[in-house]
């Protein structure tokens, strides 16, 4: 199963400030839902409490609760590894969506890493991991907004 992550970071590296995401950027979040579309997303509890279902996405969601799904869109997994395992006998390809935790559990495991810089340093108290060393970045683009963002896409060697 091929591995894609997707991150939008503002320029100190802060994803969160608690449950929200601290900035509102105009036309950033079409990447998201443009990338993600039909696709599984592979989520901490948090960020699946805080963000909710979009529609025409699946839902990996991580907790150490034992919570039960009434959705079929919706599959909860006690680890990460399970999920993994689980995942890839449904389809080729995952994102990993955050959060914090999630991002640092799973960036190194990555093939490929989508990620808007939002051009504004901010305060909040979730971090996303630094980028390793063995991934190279592919593309750029500068987009002009009420805050700019650079979208990048970064592969593993
Ligand atoms: N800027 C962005 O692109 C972006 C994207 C997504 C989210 N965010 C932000 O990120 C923040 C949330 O991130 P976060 O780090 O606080 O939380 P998170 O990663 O969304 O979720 C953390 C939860 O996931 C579960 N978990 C994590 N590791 C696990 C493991 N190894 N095994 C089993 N369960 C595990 C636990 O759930 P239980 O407590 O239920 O056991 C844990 O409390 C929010 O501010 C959100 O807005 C930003």
Known sequence: MKLSLIAAVSENGIIGSGMDIPWSVKGEQLLFKALTFNQWLIVGRKTFESMGKLPNRKYAVITRANIISDDERVVY???????????????????????????????NKADTLHISTVCTAIEGDVYFPSIPEDYHKVFEQRFNSNIDYFYRIWQKD
């Open 77 to 107: 997994f006690s680890s990460i590894d399970e999920a993994l395992l689980s995942l890839a006998l449904l389809t080729e390809h995952a994102f990993v969506s955050g959060g914090g935790e999630i991002y640092k559990a799973l960036i």
